[in-house]
């Protein structure tokens, strides 16, 4: 868990410093539940199109992420989680910088699938 | 070779227990899917196409059966592929008996005849577009606004069957000619896109009709006779045309299919659609319109949706706030995961998949800002995709009467 309450402290400085929102609570919740909702759906789509050939049907897509808005609402905001994180401020290796480093890149991985992933699955099933 | 002789019907007796014909049958039944390729591809029983079928031991080609047993088709072949070879005219063998070379992928016609097809299509297209440009065999000087249309769908693997060849259409269109075949044959396949999208080029065009038959009653399920009336088919397209009106033409219409050269789609339009009515949804939270959103975007307490001594102003507020922001981001949400099945799929262009996706991202993580983007987006999307405007930009750019042929319903 302490991947998911970097990135959400992080997603969350984001919200209050960069892209200021009036509740960035919500906005990091629903943020985090999209990226994580594209990592999960990125590696189902590729290991069932690579290894079964099947493309999954976008309402399982859509479950999935929905499932981990729900899973992020009753983890972070049912029992005030957000309040003890910013207190903590969870960091990768001691380092604000490596952490940075670790939570662009999962995001950049995470969204970049929505622009590879079709290409990538199309590829592959055209050869099934 | 070697293990694949035994398989093979008159030279033993024997009959495997699956079906394993070797380079024949090309498929092993009993193998886990990801091994299975095989040299044609008849497999992925779970992709939609049931191409084995293990009740009955046979290969379902989609344009004949196949046992893989004898290696033999259950139906002769319509086509004598090459009269010169006597393989031809066994009807029910496969692949001119030769699957090491050739493979056939619907048991309709080999492929490297359909490359043969192909490349005479494209040869005979690039003559006529020579010749309707006086003889001048270089594409890039076809200038003289002259492109004759031949329409031709390849129909190559017999699965394609409305997707037209586009080779004469993208060079004429290079030239600044009209409608080569390109445009009807294999733009109209997808009803919009290359065809739609190359009319408002003046010149010249004949339209093959056998071409936009087959892709009207792709798109629509049905043909009328009455519309083979229409004369076949020289018409112009009043020129000239201004290269602007062409672009707009080119992004803004025919946005419903895919495939195609040119490839448009209605992305451009649909962004500034969705841009201006964003704009607008942000402009509603704007606190001069004495709503509850300040210039700085976050929640202000207005004088209107509850009581400023008991914070009601707020909660309320916030959770208008908090609504639309969900809403964008569901629609973006829903939207992501959309456009990645119909870019799948080949419904949409790669163009209109990147500009679609860039806009989720905005949607599903632009905060409440993106939630307006998000919702602008999805009214743009419905404006776009509308009849009406449909027809409004076909109507401006396809004079009458050729319109009526193709006028969305």
Redesign the interface.
């Given at each position: 868990m302490k991947l998911l309450n970097v990135i959400y402290y992080n997603y969350y400085l984001f919200?209050t410093r960069v892209?200021?929102?009036?509740?960035p609570h919500?906005?990091t919740l629903?943020?985090l539940s999209?990226?994580e909702?594209?990592f999960i759906?990125g590696i189902f789509d590729v290991v069932s199109v690579?290894?079964?050939?099947?493309?999954i049907?976008?309402w399982i897509?859509?479950t999935i992420?929905m499932a981990a808005l729900l899973f992020n609402y009753v983890y972070y905001h049912k029992v005030n989680r957000p309040k003890a994180i910013i207190k903590k401020k969870p960091s990768f290796f001691s380092s604000a910088f490596v952490t940075k480093i670790i939570v662009l890149l999962f995001s950049i991985l995470a969204?970049s699938w929505?622009?590879w992933?079709?290409?990538y699955?199309?590829s592959i099933?055209m050869?099934? | 070779m070697k293990e694949d002789i035994p398989h093979i019907r008159g030279f033993s007796q024997s009959v495997p227990d699956s079906i394993d014909g070797g380079v024949f049958a090309n498929n092993d039944i009993d193998m886990p899917t990801w091994f299975n390729r095989g040299y044609t591809g008849h497999a992925c029983p779970e992709f939609g196409r049931r191409e084995h079928l293990k009740e009955f031991d046979l290969i379902n080609m989609n344009g004949r059966l196949y046992d893989p047993i004898p290696g033999r088709m259950l139906s002769a072949d319509n086509h004598v592929q090459a009269p010169g070879a006597s393989q031809s005219y066994n009807r029910y063998s496969y692949a001119f008996n030769n699957p090491l070379k050739y493979t056939d992928p619907d048991g309709e016609i080999t492929i490297l005849a359909a490359l043969g097809i192909a490349a005479a299509v494209a040869g005979v297209s690039y003559l006529v577009g020579a010749a309707s440009n006086g003889w001048e065999w270089n594409p890039s000087n076809w200038t003289s606004g002259h492109s004759v249309g031949f329409g031709v769908n390849t129909n190559t693997a017999g699965n394609t069957s409305v997707y037209g060849f586009g080779g004469a259409g993208g060079l004429s269109w290079t030239g600044g000619a009209a409608i080569g075949n390109g445009g009807f044959g294999g733009g109209l396949s997808s009803f919009g896109q290359a065809s739609y999208n190359q009319m408002p080029s003046a010149g010249t065009g004949s339209i093959n009709m056998q071409g936009v038959e087959r892709a009207y009653q792709h798109e629509y399920g049905f043909w009328d006779n009455s519309f083979n009336k229409i004369p076949e088919l020289s018409f112009e397209i009043p020129a000239p045309t201004l290269e602007g009106e062409l672009s707009t033409a080119y992004l803004a219409y025919g946005g419903r299919g895919g495939g195609g050269p040119g490839d448009g789609d209605n992305d451009l339009g649909k962004a500034a659609l969705g841009l201006g009515l964003s704009t607008t949804s942000l402009l509603y939270f704007d606190k001069k319109g004495n709503t509850w959103m300040g210039k700085d975007f976050s929640i202000r307490s207005q004088n209107w949706g509850g009581n400023g001594a008991t914070g009601g102003k707020f909660k309320f507020a916030q959770k208008v706030s908090r609504g639309f922001t969900g809403l964008g981001y569901g629609l973006g949400l829903y939207n992501a995961y959309q456009v990645n099945e119909q870019h799948n799929a080949g419904e949409i262009s790669d163009f209109q998949m990147t500009i679609e996706q860039a806009s989720n991202v905005i949607s599903t993580l632009g905060g409440i800002q993106g939630g307006a983007w998000g919702i602008g987006w999805a009214l743009g999307r419905k404006v776009v995709n509308s009849n009406w405007y449909q027809r409004t930009i076909h109507d401006r750019y396809i004079p009458e009467p050729y319109n009526c042929i193709m006028c969305p319903k």
């Open positions: 919200y892209l200021v929102q009036g509740d919500f906005v629903l943020a999209a990226t909702g594209f759906n690579t290894l079964f050939c099947y493309k049907d976008k897509m859509i992420s969204i929505l622009f992933g079709s290409y699955s199309r099933l050869g099934c | -």
